[in-house]
């Protein structure tokens, strides 16, 4: 309870001094040029406490979303009646004063990034190794042949420090001109690379590489850290099974998703064995989903690559027997070809449209599947797979068979199945047809909650910590802030073009969730957040919106523009549109931010 305390307040310590370093900004310009500042606040609304010197209250206010500082003649003071301006208000100041005073903020920010930067990496922060765990197949990635273990150096010429700064640098790409730099068993290479943009930002398809912590189940096994895992009940690490490359963590978890028996296949020291791992039950909760226990078969074509792409498959077949073997699965694919493998050709019985037909693949063609040149996705029709120990498989159902209605409506597509049984979730009892070869049968099926089950097999993150020098982490800190200035002005120029939705924006809670979390972690990767953060903040103020500190700037070029001061009319309907405009955002941003806590 008490570390839960003392990380909220660190977080909301953190916070609260950037904003303070950027009024404090604002403060010492003001005060150079003689500008008498009535208030310095460190949040909004009501004062709670606070002390007066001089001239200025400096306070804490009851709401720590922001800060200000109130200089005599700003804002409300402002008047048309320059006779009534005194020396030392912001007014009777000249224009390239102003400049500097309203430019205060965002310099004290950029100049506190180039400060904790080289603290933070002299302190060492861990980062998310730069290094591939898993490559989604059929994607950009997979199509421009990176692999899992393969380390990327940089992305289109950027230095890469961690997982996030390339995700980061891949979001905000040219998309013409995306050149991975990578590393594979010591040799660097570079991959042009065509992102896709279906989740709204630019993305390659890849995911970061994970340790196994064997604890329980898996440890009573005789699971170990840092052994390699080759298969899992079958799944072969490095193939592609349902729609993915397979990595160690991947088949572990889609291995054991359904309850029973973990058979891992491990390398260690050289040497390979077999670990049988049981898995505890774990009730689900009385709220659990129930389920019909119905998945889709994953023998759909979804893209061919090199040799597979000469072979008489094509996008969007759907295998349904290899060799003589029924298949379901991207794994009883490979299970059936490894047979064949030396046999230099193999029948393959699949539907392409509303036609059944059968093929025969040669040699190379089936050692391009096996190398990982065909990626699998799910099928979109009702010929399913049934998931053990649930509903259906209960009601006797089995792998392959067709569900042809439900409640007597007839389904066409998976996407169908699933509606019939998510329209209304209080129901628990529904009538089944499905056809199993050329015959139909109906059953009655009460859904069930699935339990979940414990294998004692954790997954961490793999982490790299840089051990630089005090010139190294100065190097590293001036790259980052470079890098963190670019990425939000990208960001912001790609929100206006429309790259980047505006569903990706933050707000209050999602950072102050963030910066939570790190300070519950390590203490330098609070403060590379926090320099992070410092670099956002003075790029936002400096945008030219009334309210923020470039609106005041774009009010300064006018006035420079127009000769004279700029009406009280003018000054009050601008900060007003300002004003609206910003309380709309904010409502924006934290309703995206309640979305996300609450999906």
Not at 53 to 69: E, F, H, K, M, Q
Request: with cysteine; glycine share 10%.
């Amino acid at each position: 309870m008490f570390e839960n305390l003392g990380n909220i307040l660190l977080a909301a310590l953190g916070i609260s001094f950037l904003i303070s370093m950027h009024e404090l900004g604002h403060f010492l310009a003001a005060r150079l040029f003689g500008v008498r500042v009535e208030t310095f606040s460190i949040g909004f609304g009501p004062r709670v406490y606070g002390w007066r010197s001089g001239d200025t209250d400096y306070r804490i206010s009851a709401v720590p979303l922001g800060g200000y500082v109130k200089m005599a003649g700003e804002y409300g003071d402002y008047t048309d009646d320059e006779t009534s301006i005194a020396p030392d208000d912001l007014m009777a100041k000249p224009i390239w004063q102003r400049f500097v005073i309203f430019s205060g903020g965002v310099v004290m920010n950029f100049a506190l990034a180039f400060v904790i930067f080289p603290i933070a990496f002299g302190a060492g922060v861990p980062f998310e190794a730069p290094v591939v765990g898993g490559v989604a197949a059929g994607g950009p990635a997979w199509s421009a042949g990176l692999q899992p273990g393969d380390e990327i150096v940089a992305v289109s010429g950027r230095k890469t420090y961690g997982f996030s700064n390339i995700l980061n640098d891949v979001a905000l790409c040219d998309p013409d001109d995306l050149v991975l730099t990578i590393r594979r068993d010591g040799v660097e290479s570079t991959r042009r690379v065509v992102p896709d943009k279906s989740t709204g930002l630019y993305d390659i398809g890849i995911e970061p590489g994970f340790d196994l912590l064997p604890r329980g189940p898996a440890a009573e096994a005789g699971l170990q850290a840092g052994d390699q895992i080759v298969s899992a009940n079958g799944i072969t690490v490095g193939r592609r099974h349902e729609g993915v490359l397979v990595t160690p963590h991947w088949a572990v978890l889609r291995a054991s998703d359904d309850g029973r028996p973990l058979d891992l296949v491990v390398s260690r020291d050289g040497a390979t064995q077999t670990l049988h791992v049981v898995p505890e039950a774990i009730a689900p909760p009385a709220e659990a989903r129930r389920i019909l226990g119905a998945t889709p078969i994953t023998t759909r074509v979804a893209k061919l690559r090199g040799a597979a792409e000469r072979g008489p498959l094509h996008v969007d077949d759907l295998l349904l027997e290899v060799a003589g073997s029924p298949v379901v699965s991207s794994s009883d694919v490979y299970a059936a070809l490894s047979t064949k493998a030396t046999l230099g050709q193999a029948e393959v019985r699949l539907r392409r449209g509303d036609d059944e037909r059968t093929v025969t693949l040669d040699d190379e063609t089936i050692r391009a599947v096996l190398a990982g040149d065909l990626a699998f996705g799910p099928s979109t029709s009702t010929r399913i797979r049934v998931v053990p120990d649930s509903a259906l498989a209960e009601a006797g159902l089995h792998d392959g068979d067709t569900i042809v209605a439900i409640d007597g409506e007839p389904l066409a597509t998976y996407q169908d199945l699933q509606k019939a049984v998510q329209r209304d979730e209080s129901r628990v009892d529904y009538d089944v047809r499905y056809r199993r070869g050329d015959v139909e049968n109906e059953v009655s099926v009460r859904t069930r909650a699935m339990p979940a089950y414990d294998y004692g097999i954790a997954l961490r993150a793999k982490t790299v910590v840089y051990d630089l020098s005090f010139a190294g982490s100065l190097a590293a800190g001036w790259d980052a802030s470079l890098d963190a200035l670019r990425a939000t002005a990208l960001t912001l120029t790609k929100l206006f073009t429309g790259d980047v939705g505006a569903d990706q924006l933050s707000g209050p809670i999602q950072i102050s969730k963030v910066t939570y979390t790190l300070a519950s972690r390590e203490f330098s990767r609070l403060l590379f957040f926090l320099a992070l953060l410092s670099v956002n903040l003075g790029v936002i103020n400096i945008l030219p919106v009334p309210v923020l500190d470039g609106g005041q700037i774009l009010f300064l070029l006018l006035e420079k523009i127009k000769g004279s001061r700029l009406s009280e009319r003018f000054m009050s309907n601008a900060q007003l549109v300002g004003l609206v405009f910003i309380l709309a955002l904010m409502v924006y941003v934290t309703f995206n931010d309640i979305r996300r806590l609450f999906p």
